[in-house]
């Protein structure tokens, strides 16, 4: 196939970062995704999916793959349940607003997640209680180099908070291409004890909830908090919530009692990263383009024509004071693209 040359990603990614790739080759089928891979099998190049959880450092040399195929399919159903495939290139919120338009449940907590789908079980991408660990069944996925397919069912991906094997033991080895679900169709197992979704229920005077009504709650509640991608480029949480020891905590809430907290299963404790960062006093901060958002601490923004190197190094300025601040070392989501600036 023909790459364009001389791309700017900037439509591309959610950040909103003005970079320059050399070559882009766009599949718009999975056809073509086989056949590009067949051609740079022995090449290194770039798989760029939605962008929404990258932050283009600079302009791009190898080639550039862009995913551009989406599309929902139903595989299976009995009188409960539902099997829907998703292709990798099938934008996510469009993905959780077909199902409740046809009744289903299991993704509503999901609602207004940026991206396509065949980044999500990259990231377990979750929100509000609910991860994609809880309803996917599994994955489709090409090898890079072989452009063999392989399946991954759920067991199989190391699904751990903000992690999968796709981002460990098979980091860049591995497209994904499709992506299966399994949903309710009645007895839904609504998660409602997350976040202000009760809240919002009861303003909205809603008793018993549907999968609808909490996707309408979730999605109050992030517009409230979270900017728009369209408006303000963002890629949603830039930091991952640290999960610390038992032991650490002690030492932590020793000295900072006020301590926002959620106690784990296992023992040891999550601490939002965003109370963490407003703490230390950038929530709103700005320096040029490149900010902190003013009403979650959590989101790094692009107000305009900042750099990636510029937003890099604000969160790495950001990473250092909460260190400083409560001796808690904060990570990226977010991956940088190329991986040093």
């Known amino acids: 196939m023909t790459p364009d040359k001389n791309v700017s990603l900037k439509p591309f990614n959610t950040f909103g970062i ?7 080759y766009t599949a718009n089928s999975l056809t073509d995704l086989v056949a590009i891979v067949e051609e740079l099998k022995d090449s290194n190049y770039f798989v760029l999916n939605g962008g929404s959880n990258i932050l283009l450092s600079r302009d791009i ?60 079980p990259m990231q377990n991408i979750g929100a509000y209680g609910v991860e994609i660990k809880d309803v996917m069944v599994y994955c489709e996925a090409l090898h890079r180099k072989t452009a063999e397919f392989k399946t991954f069912r759920t067991d199989d991906c190391q699904f751990a908070y903000r992690e999968s094997i796709f981002k460990g033991a098979l980091k860049g080895m591995y497209i994904i291409t499709a992506v299966v679900f399994k949903l309710t169709k009645r007895n839904h197992q609504l998660h409602l004890n997350y976040g ?21 709650a979730v999605i109050k509640i992030r517009q409230s908090k979270l900017p728009d991608p369209k408006v303000m480029g963002n890629s949603g949480s830039f930091f991952k919530n640290p999960i610390i020891s038992a032991d650490k905590f002690a030492e932590v809430l020793a000295k900072h009692p006020d301590i926002k907290y959620y106690l784990l299963e296992d023992g ?23 900010g902190v958002h003013e009403k979650q601490a959590l989101v790094l923004v692009n107000y305009g024509s900042a750099s990636g190197p510029e937003l890099y190094q604000l969160a790495l300025e950001v990473k250092q004071v909460v ?19």
């Open 18 to 24: 003005d970079v320059i790739a050399k070559e882009v």
């Open 61 to 120: 040399e190898i080639p550039v793959v862009r995913i551009n195929f989406p599309g929902i399919e139903v595989l299976d159903e009995d009188d409960d349940f539902v099997w829907i495939k998703a292709q990798a290139g099938q934008n996510w919120h469009e993905l959780v607003v077909y199902s409740l338009k046809h009744g289903y449940g299991g993704l509503e907590n999901l609602s207004l997640i940026p991206g396509n789908t065949g980044t999500a």
């Open 196 to 216: 202000d979704i009760l809240q919002e229920l009861e303003i909205a005077g809603i008793s018993e909830p549907t999968p609808i009504d909490v996707s309408r």
């Open 268 to 290: 040891t404790v999550k601490v939002p990263a965003g109370y963490l960062i407003e703490k230390s006093g950038y929530k709103g901060f700005r320096r040029g383009d490149a």
């Open 323 to 341: 260190f400083e601040t409560f001796d808690i070392t904060i990570e990226p989501e977010v991956n940088l693209v190329p991986e040093s600036v």
